[in-house]
């Protein structure tokens, strides 16, 4: 629902360049996009101004007429943070649920539940946050799911292989 006291901030995407003015000035900052719409949209599109904020400051408007030049400045990923957790060769699924290597079965599943509840994406998806903070949450809940599932698994092997007890008698 639209807030008429509120922005519509939340319902764009950020992404951070460096824009190159007609007077020679450098601007470092944020440009302010419209949902679903991509950088080249926004400065091709048939609007006079795009929505810039500058880093430590508040959003404003420039005149695409004033922009010499716009250099888009994305901040590359962290090399593992979309790797598979399998693939990383020091993978802990202990040390990632914080727990030690001898830890009970309940404690793997309470240390389990309590990370999950802290860093599951939909935790945050009514908040504006960075890209870069978005992909971590992302990546820390399949490397939560992966740790969880790498300690689950040989529990309900060892379930499923132990003998089943009966405690009737015989007849």
Avoid: W
Avoid at 126 to 141: F, H, I, K
Wanted: contains cysteine; hydrophobic residues 40%; charged residues 20%.
């Amino acid at each position: 629902m639209f807030d008429r006291g509120k922005s519509d901030a939340t319902a764009q995407g950020a992404i951070p360049v460096e824009i190159t003015l007609a007077d020679g000035t450098i601007a470092r900052g944020k440009l302010l996009l419209p949902t679903g719409k991509s950088a080249g949209d926004a400065l091709n599109g048939s609007g006079a101004f795009i929505e810039f904020a500058a880093y430590g400051d508040s959003p404003s408007f420039l005149a695409k007429a004033q922009l010499t030049s716009v250099r888009l400045t994305a901040v590359p990923a962290a090399p593992s943070l979309g790797a598979r957790p399998g693939a990383v060769e020091n993978f802990d699924p202990h040390a990632v649920l914080g727990v030690s290597p001898a830890a009970s079965r309940e404690e793997v599943r309470q240390a389990y539940f309590a990370l999950a509840k802290t860093y599951h994406p939909d935790r945050y998806a009514a908040t504006e946050l960075p890209c870069e903070v978005r992909d971590y949450l992302a990546a820390m809940a399949r490397r939560i799911n992966a740790a969880h599932a790498a300690l689950e698994v040989p529990e309900k092997r060892r379930v499923q292989r132990q003998e089943p007890v009966f405690t009737t008698a015989g007849r």
